[in-house]
């Protein structure tokens, strides 16, 4: 059975890196594609073991498709807040004002100015208007390096969050429709790694018409039933 887990998982996987680059790119998370991970897994499961399976290899097969769609959903979670966090480093002037805009407002607090309510900018306009005048000031190298300076902290930050952040996008994958096609994945997978090419051909071969037409089977042989001779 060693062949089978280990060509089960090379087809687990397979499939789990077709619906990952799929789910990734498109951020769609297509129910076929699950499906179809389930089969190569349990194909590969039947093809290891040269089509001898069982109930314990369609239950093995069964388990490595769940961990395969699992794991291809936590990789997608992560690869999408590594995104998130190459986009928080970019930086942009709004971004840098903004910053001066928090500081502005923690100036005025200090001092006990009044401000008004926060406008459609999230600060008092008078912040934000102080905010523009001063990143209107200063000089062109002051600013490319508040930016910089601005872009490490927000990359900094993002970093720190990140494997939390894609957990969540992880939790957020689950929705009734991928539990549904989970199910059928593991299913498939397990249907298709019990496979037992000897029971079919005893199945087939019970089934095949005698000489008389008849299936075979105890009646079949001109015996009647109850165990006579078949004379009046």
């Not at 499906?35 to 093809?47: F, K």
């Not at 971004?95 to 001092?111: K, L, P, R």
């Not at 929705?175 to 299913?187: H, K, T, Y």
Request: hydrophobic letters at 45%.
């Amino acid at each position: 059975m060693g062949r089978g887990l280990f060509m089960s998982v090379i087809g687990g996987v397979a499939g789990a890196l077709v619906w990952s680059v799929v789910a990734y790119f498109t951020g769609w998370s297509f129910g076929i594609l699950a499906v179809l991970l389930g089969g190569l897994t349990g194909a590969g499961m039947v093809w290891g073991i040269r089509r001898q399976g069982t109930v314990g290899t369609g239950v093995a097969a069964a388990a490595i498709a769940l961990v395969c769609i699992i794991g291809a959903k936590f990789v997608v979670g992560q690869a999408l807040a590594g995104d998130f966090v190459q986009r928080a480093a970019m930086v942009t002037e709004a971004d840098a004002i903004d910053h001066y805009a928090g500081e502005v407002y923690d100036a005025y607090s200090a001092t006990g100015r009044y401000m008004g309510a926060p406008d459609g900018s999230g600060w008092p306009s008078e912040v934000m208007k102080e905010a523009k005048r001063l990143w209107s000031e200063t000089p062109e190298d002051e600013r490319e390096e508040y930016l910089a300076a601005v872009s490490r902290d927000a990359l900094r930050e993002a970093k720190s969050h990140q494997f939390a952040s894609g957990l969540m996008l992880f939790a957020m994958s689950f929705g009734w429709m991928d539990i549904v096609f989970m199910g059928l994945a593991v299913a498939t997978a397990y249907r298709t790694g019990r496979f037992n090419s000897d029971a079919v051909h005893e199945v087939q071969a019970q089934a095949t018409p005698n000489a008389d037409g008849l299936v075979g089977g105890p009646l079949s042989r001109g015996a009647p039933a109850g165990g006579g001779t078949g004379q009046a």
